[in-house]
């Protein structure tokens, strides 16, 4: 330990700290989607949503589902299907209140990641549902985002982090989920009941209400 905690308080700090950025950096915003874009997005499976309320609180959320599952619908404009879920909704309560939007696409083996951030709104029905159509279920709702800022990050925190090497990866170090729920929250369901909902049979219901 070096001695007392000191925190930063201006940018000018900030960057007499990091340097600046290099050009190629500021360089690489974009404000439409190029074709490298749309194959990133026809190939990912999941992203993170990142959302904050009108006072600032924040809130990141994950989606998944079959690589390709953000549906562009032009070159500034793409819909995330929702399903089913715990129904809390804090994400989509955020965007009720501030639709400023935050999104990390993942490839699965792939350190780079594409960066999108812009304008979101909830829609509950449209024609381009028909074409999020999985197992046989439509969305519940699309998350529609208006792209204001598009680029990617480099792969230096998937290599400093090790995260798609799989002899780095140790499910045991902490107890399955259903201990986890039991440790953490206030739940009446017993650990063998929540054994079982979080059992072999999870994974079928994932497309149901």
């Known amino acids: ?4 905690l000191v925190e930063i308080g201006s940018e000018a700090e900030l960057r007499e700290l990091l340097g600046e950025p290099i050009p190629r ?3 690489k915003e974009r404000v439409r989607l190029h074709e490298i874009d749309r194959e990133w997005l026809a190939a990912s499976p999941f ?5 904050a ?27 995330l299907p929702e399903r089913p879920g715990n129904r809390r909704a804090d994400g989509f309560r955020n965007i ?18 594409l960066r999108i ?11 381009f549902f028909d074409q999020m159509v999985v197992k046989g279920h439509r969305p519940v709702l699309a998350l529609v985002v208006e792209i204001e800022q598009i680029f990617f990050h480099c792969a230096k925190a998937f290599m400093r982090s090790a995260l798609w090497r799989p002899e780095t990866w140790d ?5 399955p989920q259903p201990q986890i729920v039991k440790r953490v929250q206030q739940t009446e369901e017993t650990l063998e009941e929540l054994e079982r909902y979080y059992g072999a049979d999870y994974a079928r219901r994932l497309y149901q209400g």
């Open 117 to 127: 951030n812009g304008r979101a709104r909830l829609v509950r029905e449209a024609p």
């Open 1 to 4: 330990m070096r001695g007392e």
């Open 47 to 51: 992203c993170l949503v990142a959302t």
């Open 25 to 27: 950096a500021v360089t």
């Open 53 to 79: 309320d009108a006072a600032g609180n924040c809130d990141v959320s994950p989606k998944g589902d079959p690589p390709g599952f953000t549906l562009v619908l032009d070159d500034t404009t793409i819909a």
């Open 96 to 113: 009720l209140a501030n639709p400023h939007v935050g999104l990390i696409y993942l490839i699965p083996g792939r350190g780079e990641t």
């Open 171 to 175: 499910p045991e170090v902490l107890p």
